[in-house]
Structures are given as C-alpha cells and as structure tokens.
C-alpha cells in the first residue's frame, strides 16, 4: 500500500512542486487549493486527489482532515506548506495585515495540525513537515511581520516533535532561502505616508539582492527528505543556496559576529561573508541540517 501525503497551498511555487515530487516517488497526495479555478492544477497526476481549503478558516480544518484521511485511507504526512508574504516597515503596516500574516502562517497552520494529529496519534506513526523561512533565525527588514511568523513555526515545530515522540510522530521545519516562487508577486504591501521614510532603505536593501532565486523543485527534494529521513530526532532542514550558506556563516563567525556582518550588509556594506560561502550556480544546492 503506498503512503499518503498531505500538502497544502499547492497551486504554485514549492507546494505545486512538492505534490509534483511525492506523486513521482509513488505517494498518495491529497493536495489543498483555496480557489475553485485551481482545482485541475494536479490533474495530470492520477495519484492526487485536490481539495478546497482555507487555512484561514480555522473552522474547516476538523472536516478536512476527515475528508483528507478518505481519499486514500490514512494519512502518513503531513506538509503544512500554505502561507503568505507580509512586506514592509513594521511601522507602516496596519495591524490588519499583522494579524492575518499571523492567521495564514501560524493559526491556520496550527488549526490543521491539531485536526490531523488524532489520526496520526492513533496510528501511532506518521510525519509532520512545516515549511518555515531562512529568515526565521534573524531579523529581515521590511520583513519582519513575516519573519517573526515563521519563527514561530520554527518554535512551534520544536516544541511539537517533543511532544509528539511519544506517539511515533515526528516534526520537521524546513527553512528555504531565496525561491523564484510567486509569494514574491502576491506580496500584501505596507503603504500610506508611514511607508515614505523608509523607502529609500527599502530600495537599497532589495537592489542589493537577486531578484530570482533557487527552483522550487529544490525545496521539493528537501522536503521530501525530510519526510522520509528515518531520524528521529532531526527537526531543522535547510534548502536553497542562501539557505544552506548562512547556517555555515553563523557557525564560522558565531552568531553575534554574523550579526555584525549583516546588519553592515543592511546600511550599505556590498558584499557580505556568508555571499563568498554561497555555491556557485553550477553546484547541485543539498539540505543542510542541523
């Protein structure tokens, strides 16, 4: 019998990449989508069955979880991969869109983990994936709302794998770097006269970085190892150039040292270490986990 993955947000990016990867290694995949218009996204792959959710609407997440569990019979992971990108000066952010960058990347992601865990709980097995950020393990500017959100999911999957031991579960985040995703085109923009000391800044930092990044299929593959990594104790994973670079920076340079170097990066400095440790673009970007 194959095993059954559970992926929200698949539409694009990495979740659509990440159905395309678990239905290609001969998983089940039951695969979210919020719109009606999406639902053929998968429609070439015999083996996914797509389903309308809203992380938003915590409210859904018990029947979706019943509803996930009879596609194929069980669940045996679970990839809370949904989220959205909040951008801009936290004092130009309106704490309407706090709060929901809070409801989409940590409320909904906690309201179907609490809906699936029963189910995986009583089989007494199963793995628990939650796509997390690089910039979860420091502070991003013009991020930070989104930042500070995936931090949470970092600690929140900490505590979880914990907790959830006892039963055979495991949790895992993964912390991809820079991604040519479509979060980047769907961006929920700070704006109004708050927004206009910090321009100049913005401009500066995100001109000082690439506009592109890593394919999706890398954080695919990551992903993937992560549910299938018979560790039981690994939870962090790491993916994409940056993402494997800075961990590496961190350790060479300790963590204070490393903050010195980014923060003179943010006000100017054109060349930070930890882009000298990056793999060039001809290396085969690999997880790297602590």
């Not at 954080?219 to 990594?229: K, L």
């Amino acid at each position: 019998m194959s095993n059954t993955v559970v992926v929200t947000g698949t539409s694009t990016g990495m979740g659509k990449a990440t159905v395309a990867k678990f239905a290609a290694e001969g998983w089940n995949v039951v695969a979210t989508v919020r719109k009606d218009s999406d639902l053929q996204v998968h429609a070439d792959l015999p083996n996914v069955r797509t389903l309308l959710l809203d992380v938003d609407d915590e409210g859904a997440a018990e029947s979706f979880a019943r509803t996930a569990v009879e596609q194929f019979g069980r669940v045996d992971a679970l990839v809370n991969n949904a989220g959205s990108y909040q951008m801009g000066p936290v004092e130009a952010s309106s704490m309407e869109q706090i709060h929901q960058q809070f409801q989409t990347n940590v409320f909904g992601l906690i309201a179907v983990t609490r809906a699936v865990i029963p189910f995986l709980r009583e089989q007494r097995s199963g793995v628990i994936v939650n796509i997390a950020s690089l910039t979860a393990e420091q502070g991003y500017p013009y991020s930070a709302v989104y930042a500070a959100s995936k931090a949470a999911v970092v600690t929140l999957s900490e505590g979880l794998s914990l907790e959830l031991a006892q039963f055979g579960i495991s949790v895992r985040t993964v912390l991809p770097g820079q991604h040519a995703t479509r979060i980047f085109t769907k961006i929920d923009m700070a704006e109004g006269e708050a927004l206009d000391p910090y321009r100049a800044g913005i401009e500066e930092f995100f001109g000082n970085n690439a506009p592109t990044g890593s394919d999706p299929s890398v954080t695919a593959d990551v992903i993937h190892q992560a549910v299938v990594d018979a560790d039981p104790v690994k939870v962090h994973y790491y993916s994409a150039p940056d993402s494997t670079a800075i961990p590496r920076a961190k350790q060479i340079l300790g963590k204070e040292g490393y903050w010195r170097e980014f923060r003179e990066f943010v006000h100017g400095r054109p060349t930070p270490l930890w882009k000298t440790l990056t793999p060039s673009p001809g290396d085969k970007p690999v997880e790297w986990g602590l």
